[in-house]
Nanobody, 118 residues
Framework: QVRLVESGGGLVQPGGSLRLSCVAY????????MSWYRQAPGKERELVAD????????DYIESVKGRFIISRDNAKNTVYLQMNSLKYEDTAMYSC???????????WGQGTQVTVAS
């Protein structure tokens, strides 16, 4: 069964860190660009970070630059999001997306909740 499974979310204090993982099942990630999105209650979903198939091109939204690091290990079929110096406004449901390019599938995970609270 083709699916993406996220893990690593939880409750953390401001200034803390979490590492999210996104594992692919039923397909290999090495031909897919990967992204992390988040959606906070009452807000639209936003793209947080993006990484190309080989990891050579990486991009972040401005609000997480210098704090979050996206990476991938194609041998483990996994993409990571290291989140440091977490802020209250980082609280959201984080989901990963795999996109194969024009005419190819797009897959979404179910998400993992990140809550930043003191």
């Amino acid at each position: 069964q083709v699916r993406l499974v996220e893990s690593g979310g939880g409750l953390v204090q401001p200034g803390g860190s979490l590492r999210l993982s996104c594992v692919a099942y039923g397909f290999t990630l090495d031909t897919y660009a990967m992204s992390w999105y988040r959606q906070a209650p009452g807000k639209e979903r936003e793209l947080v970070a993006d990484i190309s198939r080989t990891g050579g091109i990486i991009d972040y939204i401005e609000s997480v630059k210098g704090r979050f690091i996206i990476s991938r290990d194609n041998a483990k079929n996994t993409v990571y999001l290291q989140m440091n110096s977490l802020k209250y406004e980082d609280t959201a449901m984080y989901s990963c997306k795999a996109r194969g390019g024009i005419g190819r599938p797009i897959y979404w995970g179910q998400g993992t909740q990140v809550t930043v609270a003191s």
